[in-house]
């Protein structure tokens, strides 16, 4: 089964564009399935993540926000491929 990687964004988000570039280029070096959640769709998701856009969640475990750090997510991409 594919790994997929939760990625919380809204719409006019220029961090958002820069991290799903990021999830885009890992997507050369790791498989995982991008899903896109738009926050503004869900009120659960807009009260919990609307400071924190773009979020990223690997495996259930949020594993960065905000500015996107691109080592970060390989090493949790490698660490659950391990």
């Not at 988000?13 to 050369?28: N, R, T, V, Y």
């Not at 609307?50 to 690997?58: A, E, H, S």
Request: hydrophobic residues 35%; negative net charge.
């Amino acid at each position: 089964m594919t790994q997929q990687v939760l990625f919380y964004t809204k719409p006019h988000c220029p961090l958002c564009e820069d991290a799903k570039h990021i999830l885009q280029e890992l997507q050369q070096e790791f498989t995982f399935q991008i899903v896109e959640k738009d926050i503004y769709e869900d009120d659960v998701l807009l009260e919990r993540y609307q400071l924190k856009i773009p979020v990223i969640k690997i495996g259930g475990e949020e594993v960065d926000f905000g500015q996107i750090s691109e080592h970060l997510i390989r090493n949790r991409l490698q660490s659950k491929n391990a």
